[in-house]
């Protein structure tokens, strides 16, 4: 067997048996559990919920900030003007829920160029408790949220986090989009958090305030062009751990254009070379297309029939995902991850060549700075 046939197969089959492993640790981790997790005694908790505009399941996701249990100490919704269409939705569950404390603030402080953060600040500066958690609002909340946050906590735990996970998806981009978010995006986490190098995730972060206070408050997530990249460095630089939640919380996906998965998905790849350009570079890793070139190229050199071989590494690719999102009652269609694993060396490519993008009208650049990014809103 010459050099390159080596090379190339055991580089392949590498890549596969780290696919493979990854999705049996987040078969174990995520699986359904008849028991739910316990805390001797949860701490009282300050929800924060940054708003803007309406989705398809705003009212869904919101109420379930009234349906946690034990419910939340205190929940402050935030948005920037009195005249966002959200307005009514929140002021109509705050009436219809009078015995939950809960508020809505309005209004903007620009501390950074992250039109989230900014949001988040007038939150953060009325939160009444320690313990807060920051939660976007399309996160539909299982009523044991916090209690889920709240089990993962130990002697290093910095910040407790749950990735999203794609749900009732309409249409093909928004099947697509749940391809990007479960089977991908949440299986890496997944096995990234088992080996103890976990990141936080935007979508829902637990922590105590004593733990951002000690590099200076809020103002510090605004050091990185989002909040997730920055609260990851500071609580690594603390000594502490990010960990994340046993079942990851759902995010119901409506119905989307192609243009708009391609754009939250290069955002999102953008933030993330910005901030972490050694492990966003690994990433070229990740899909199916290498191990498949790797196997036609290990297959030629040993002068064999390619075509079985490549057969069947593609659907053992395929089906660990298919079983993997199955077992965990995720959306899943080949069809779906064929078609993300396509895109990704192209999402991979651009994130390196451009840096400006757009989010929610606010035009943003993914760039790193050692300050809270100078404000650039359009």
């Known amino acids: 067997m010459d050099t390159v046939t080596l090379l190339a197969g055991a580089a392949a089959a590498a890549l596969t048996a780290v696919h493979i492993g990854t999705a049996v640790v987040t078969a174990v981790r995520q699986r359904p559990r008849r028991r739910g997790a316990r805390v001797a005694n949860m701490p009282d908790v300050t929800v924060i919920r940054p708003l803007k505009g309406i989705e398809p399941f705003s009212h869904a996701t919101l109420k379930s900030t009234f349906d946690l249990q034990p419910a ?3 929940i ?11 307005v009514p939705i929140v002021e109509r569950l705050i009436a219809d829920h009078p015995k939950v404390r809960a508020r809505l603030l309005i209004g903007r402080d620009a501390i950074s160029g992250n039109p989230k ?83 936080a995730q935007g979508k829902v972060m637990y922590f105590r305030r004593a733990v951002i206070e000690a590099v200076g408050g809020i103002v510090a997530l605004g050091t990185e062009p989002a909040e997730d990249a920055a609260a990851t460095k500071i609580i690594r630089a603390q000594g502490l751990q990010v960990r994340l939640v046993d079942r990851f919380f759902e995010q119901p996906i409506p119905e989307r254009t192609l243009k708009e ?13 910005a901030s972490f350009p050694v492990p966003f570079a690994a990433e070229i890793l990740s899909g199916s297309l290498l191990p498949l070139l790797l196997t036609a190229i290990a297959c030629s050199s040993a002068g ?39 895109l990704l060396p192209l999402l991979w490519t ?14 943003m650049r993914a760039e790193r700075t050692t300050e809270p990014q100078a404000l650039n809103a359009g």
């Open 72 to 74: 939340a100490a205190e």
């Open 117 to 199: 953060l900014n949001n988040l600040a007038k939150g953060w500066n009325e939160a009444q408790y320690n313990w807060i958690a920051f939660i976007d609002s399309n996160v539909l909340l299982p009523s044991d949220a916090l209690v889920q946050l709240a089990s993962k906590v130990d002697g290093d735990t910095g910040m407790v986090c749950s990735p999203p996970v794609g749900s009732a998806p309409v249409g093909f981009a928004s099947k697509l989009e749940c391809a990007f978010l479960n089977s991908y995006q949440a299986r890496w986490q997944t096995g990234g958090d088992a080996i103890g190098y976990g990141f």
């Open 350 to 363: 651009q994130a390196w060549m451009s840096k400006d993008f757009v989010w929610h009208g606010n035009a």
């Open 261 to 273: 998965v391609w754009a939250r998905q290069l955002r999102w790849s953008q933030l993330r070379r």
């Open 304 to 342: 064999i029939p390619a075509m079985p071989i490549l057969l069947v590494l593609f659907g053992v690719w395929y089906n660990t995902e298919h079983l993997l999102a199955r077992f965990l009652g995720w959306p899943s269609t080949v069809i779906y991850s064929v078609t993300r694993d396509a």
């Open 76 to 86: 402050l919704f935030c948005v920037e003007t009195a005249a966002d269409p959200i």
